[in-house]
């Protein structure tokens, strides 16, 4: 554990520079005072305590720009500060610098029901939001215990959970856009729901802990609020026990909202204090265990619940029968930081997360530690994605309890990694666990999150210090000495470029490395030391998941069909491990036998392999109610272009250990290099599966649509397959006509009793479908859905047979501002005549697929302009697959950054890769300056 910082070492802000920072804020943004500033000198976490030099509170994106220019020209560092409820030491200000607040940036500046996004400043209240959003249905999903306090900004920067994401998921998946301040005080823009992303560099910034920049404007996207809730209390004799039903109930394929432990420790300090919620004292632990969704089937959901408990050895069970008691219930839960203040005077809240199968071992390890260092422990967790918080009570003023406190803290981390698990699942790393960085990262992976900061933050002026530990050759002036370690498996770090002999022999046997020459390597060793010979000769290599992947004019292909495809299922932790040569077919078959699936279905991909899912990163009409490849993927493996083979990410559910590489390596498409397995997060087969389908004109079809987007059921998904006119139909001006009707259709999947209610209400609700309904029993149960079909058959044709690389084209279409019908309208005219279109209401994308002819007859002109006027209405037009006149790769400001990026992974720049292409490149995408710096 880092010492606590000391306070009272920064000397005050120069008179001069508080002038100049009023000039800019107002005088009520600078704040210098001693007394005032004591109130900044830690975060929650009181371990850690400086006072800094000043605390400097802008009001928008423009003033937050400025502030940055005017510290940095005075090599002044800065820490991003939200509300202090931290609990790593990352919103401590460093030796000599001073923090950036975001509290006066506090306005929700859209809220876009029918999209269900919402724009706000960085310091909007967690809570606050979901009551600006509930008049319409809809709440912001995740919910850290101190929502009621905490900000989206600091949210971002942590990459918050809570109690509720075992069901939604952490903070990551509900941001698509951020306004990002950077070291040198450029504003950036970094996604957007309305741009097609070619590398997420949202997934970098979510969890950066403030090193790579300031986060003042974030775009987050809202979901309906679950109708029905239910809510119970189960109490055991041991946390172990109660950990065990937690396995239980997952294992039984049901999928609560949330699952909460509390151990004897915390019940008793909950029942003392304020926050009593009627838990008994004399219980070992509770489990509160929380269902929601549509009202039919909850009740046989948390009956099944209870009896798995009863089973387990549950002594007590209660189920919440009003709001009332349930808001009871989640008071104690939420408030239990708080209770333990009125009895102990410092308490450190530890956080690591374990594969939920390993809890009843490790809880047991954590409760050894604490007693044999004669030290209070008390639990309280997220069991549900195996989230654990052991609360170590102590008195800061004694320093042999601290060495004691030190001790264990660093044993219980150690226990957490050794059981395959993290050192933080939520709170971050900040000051707190920097020093245990090695114990789930191997220096390449370090180095590469050093290096990335380095793009974002060249000066290494934002938040130096926390997150990561020191340089080997200490280049970060602001970390002390510390150590370099093994990977998160305890093997030395591999990826040495080595072996360049063998790999030089390789391609000379298939005749030279010319643009015919193809490997097809067999385990991952080769694959590194294939890409060090590359990097190393300059050689230009494509990354192909399959022969069928064009050459584009590399040299060298590698193509990695032939990979191992080895499956390491973990039913009981909802998770598995795949190597990439696998077939997803074949995944998905050893899943359905457990009774899991992943629940991905990108369309055309029959025959993909899990590398190649991976790396293309895209999705279908699923991603809205499941999440994309991005959402679901928690670990890889990756061979960097220069032949590193890189460990990211792990096999937890949730995971702030450094900067999010794994979110990003999703949709990387071969440009940071090839990827050897994965580990994905999985869902429990649905039970019953049914599809409603609608047919009608275009404008009715359209504004059904646009109704049932906003409608309280939230389905699997919602299609609209635009039919357009052949040139010998009746109707042949694009707007539809009597022998050329669109359709819309809806998937639902869940248990029986909520499907069959679902379908009748949207039956009732808009009257005239056609119900279609099977019940899943095995991995291929989409294949014959109507939606399915829909999609490939209708938007997935090419020439000669399905959309490929070497067949077409895929076109994505994001409106923006433009008005849906007025798109459609420019795609009837620009559009060869009889091709339909796909229309994902839930995602705001239209997408159409394209035959190499198809492809021919689009006038590239006409095609660049409408790309270029959707960029400019906060749209994007791009090429998901294949290539099309009028779009190009990218070239503005934020592609440069992007191309800096992929350069830590491919320093020789020999990867040739297939980057999205799109048209209006240079817009208003990029890096933009504030308006002052101009």
Not at 475 to 494: F, V, Y
Not at 508 to 521: Q, S
Request: proline share 7%; aromatic share 4%; charged share 25%.
């Amino acid at each position: 554990m880092t010492r606590p910082a000391a306070g009272g070492d920064q000397h005050p802000l120069e008179p001069r520079m508080a002038k100049r920072l009023a000039e800019v804020v107002g005088s009520a943004g600078v704040v210098t005072e001693p007394g005032r500033l004591l109130a900044y000198e830690s975060d929650a976490l009181t371990r850690f305590r400086r006072s800094p030099r000043a605390v400097i509170l802008p009001r928008t994106t423009e003033e937050a720009a400025r502030v940055v220019r005017l510290l940095v020209e005075e090599g002044i560092p800065l820490t991003p500060r939200g509300a202090g409820t931290g609990l790593s030491g990352g919103g401590v200000a460093v030796p000599g610098g001073v923090l950036v607040g975001t509290s006066r940036m506090d306005r929700i500046l859209t809220l876009d029901p029918g999209r269900r996004l919402a724009r706000v400043q960085a310091g909007v209240v967690n809570s606050d939001l979901t009551v600006a959003a509930e008049p319409h249905g809809l709440h912001y999903a995740p919910d850290p215990s101190s929502q009621a306090a905490c900000t989206l900004g600091g949210n971002v920067g942590e990459n918050a959970g809570g109690p509720h994401c075992l069901k939604y998921g952490v903070t990551t998946r509900y941001v698509t856009g951020v306004t990002v301040v950077t070291g040198s005080g450029e504003v950036v823009e970094l996604g957007g729901d309305g741009r097609c992303e070619s590398l997420d560099l949202v997934g970098l910034f979510v969890g950066s802990e403030g090193r790579l920049g300031l986060a003042t404007e974030i775009e987050l996207r809202l979901v309906p609020r679950a109708r029905g809730v239910r809510t119970l209390l189960a109490v055991f004799s041991s946390t172990e026990v109660a950990g065990a039903a937690v396995s239980d109930i997952i294992a039984a394929g049901l999928l609560p909202a949330a699952m909460e432990i509390m151990d004897q420790g915390t019940i008793q300090a909950v029942e003392a204090s304020i926050f009593a919620a009627g838990y008994p004292t004399d219980a070992g632990a509770v489990l509160v265990v929380e269902f929601d969704g549509t009202e039919a089937g909850l009740d046989a959901e948390a009956e099944a619940a209870e009896a798995l408990c009863r089973e387990a050895g549950a002594t007590q069970l209660r189920r919440a029968r009003t709001e009332a008691e349930r808001q009871a219930l989640w008071q104690g839960r939420k408030k239990a930081f708080g209770a333990f203040g009125r009895i102990t005077p410092d308490l450190i809240v530890q956080d690591a997360t374990v594969p939920r199968s390993a809890l009843p071992g490790v809880l047991a390890r954590i409760t050894e530690i604490g007693r044999r260092h004669r030290l209070r422990v008390a639990n309280v967790f997220h069991a549900g994605d195996g989230n654990l918080h052991p609360k170590i009570l102590f008195d800061r003023r004694d320093p042999e309890l601290v060495e004691r406190v030190e001790a264990a803290s660093r044993e219980m981390m150690q226990a957490c990694v050794e059981a395959g698990g993290t050192i933080t699942g939520e709170h971050g790393v900040g000051l707190d666990k920097r020093d245990y960085m090695h114990l789930v990262h191997g220096p390449q992976e370090l180095e590469v999150m050093r290096a990335i900061q380095g793009v974002f933050d060249p000066a290494g002026v934002w938040n130096p210090g926390k997150m990561l530990p020191p340089a080997p050759d200490g280049a970060d002036s602001q970390d002390t000495p510390g150590a370099r370690g093994k990977g998160a498996d305890g093997a030395e770090a591999k990826g040495e470029a080595g072996g360049e002999p063998d790999a030089k022999v390789g391609v000379e046997a298939h005749g030279g490395a010319d643009e015919n020459t193809r490997w097809e390597p067999s385990s991952v060793q080769e694959v590194s030391r294939l890409l060090a010979y590359t990097s190393r000769t300059g050689t230009p290599v494509r990354i192909v998941g399959r022969d069928g992947d064009p050459n584009s004019g590399a040299r060298l292909r590698l193509v990695a069909s032939g990979l191992p495809g080895e499956v390491d299922h973990a039913p009981e932790d909802l998770t598995v491990t795949v190597g990439a040569g696998c077939p997803i077919e074949s995944l998905q078959d050893r899943l359905a036998a457990s009774g899991q699936w992943l629940p991905l279905d990108v369309p055309c991909s029959r025959g993909w392999r899990v590398g190649e899912l991976v790396a293309r990163g895209e999705w279908g009409p699923l991603a809205p109610a499941y999440g994309r490849v991005r959402d679901l993927l928690l670990g890889a493996e990756l061979v960097a272009g220069d032949g590193r083979v890189l460990q990211l990410g792990g096999r937890v559910m949730k995971n702030v250990a450094g900067l999010d590489l794994v979110r990003a390596v999703a949709g990387s498409r071969g440009r940071w290099g090839a990827v050897t397995s994965a580990t994905f997060r999985l869902m429990p087969m649905p039970r019953a599966h049914a599809v409603l389908a609608w047919e009608g004109d275009r404008d009715a079809m359209r504004d059904l649509a646009g109704r049932l987007a906003v409608h309280p059921v939230l389905p699997a998904s919602l299609v609209r397959v635009v039919a357009q006119p052949r040139e010998t139909d009746s109707a042949g001006d694009g707007a539809g006509g009597t022998s050329v009707r669109d359709r819309v259709l809806v998937r639902l999947l869940g248990s029986s009793p909520t499907v069959d209610a679902e379908a009748r209400e949207l039956g009732t609700d808009f009257p005239g479908a056609t119900v279609w309904t099977s019940q899943p029993r095995g991995p291929g149960f989409l294949d014959d859905d109507p939606v399915t079909q829909a999609v490939e058959g209708e938007a997935g044709e090419g020439q000669g047979g399905k959309l490929d690389h070497e067949e077409g084209v895929l076109l994505e279409l994001r409106c923006g501002t433009m008005n849906g019908a007025t798109l459609e309208g420019k795609l009837a005219r620009l559009l060869p005549s009889g091709r339909p279109w796909i229309h994902l209401p839930l995602a705001g994308v239209w997408r159409v697929s394209l035959g190499e002819r198809e492809v021919d007859a689009v006038d590239p002109v006409s095609l660049a302009g409408l790309a270029a006027e959707l960029r400019n209405q906060g749209g994007d037009l791009c090429a998901l697959r294949g290539r099309v006149p009028g779009l190009g790769r990218p070239e503005g400001p934020l592609d440069l950054l992007e191309r800096r990026v992929c350069a830590v992974f491919d320093p020789a720049g020999v990867l040739d890769t297939a980057p999205i292409l799109r048209g209006g490149a240079g817009s208003d995408a990029g890096p933009r300056s504030s308006p002052e710096a101009k």
